[in-house]
């Protein structure tokens, strides 16, 4: 499970260094392509590139086989929808040896970050996020609340 949150700064080319711990967690194998995804305004999230494949294929080919079978024609506009935000959404991206992540064009924006300012790396058990650190306060307070109905809920 990967677990922890560490306070970054996004350098002056848009790399941020991710914790040993954290990157040693997402990679267990040693591969460091990744998936870095938009899920959340203000937040990133960094999945295994085999996860995520096994995460959003089966999807992906659910909606294949229904525009094959002609279930989507009266559905133009939610295909296009889909299509346009699936194609934004996700990146492949390497982790350098060094833990270094470069943040992507197209991906910095959503961010709402500059170079010079402080990102929050979250352990989210199954990947790594990169939080806008306004985002990841205002997220915190709504969700620990719940937190303990949540572990309850998970551990029975």
Known sequence: MIQGEYVRTIDDRWRVTLP???VEALCPDGSRDCILGKERYGALSLWPKGLWQQRIEAGIQLVEQKIRSNWMKNRVD????????LSTKYREVKIASNGRLLIPEGFREFL?????NDVVVVGAAVCLELWHPKAWRSYLKRALAEFGDLFETLTQ
């Open 20 to 22: 040993a711990e954290l």
């Open 112 to 116: 709402a970050l500059e170079p010079g």
């Open 78 to 85: 939610q295909l296009q929808t889909f299509g346009r935000l």
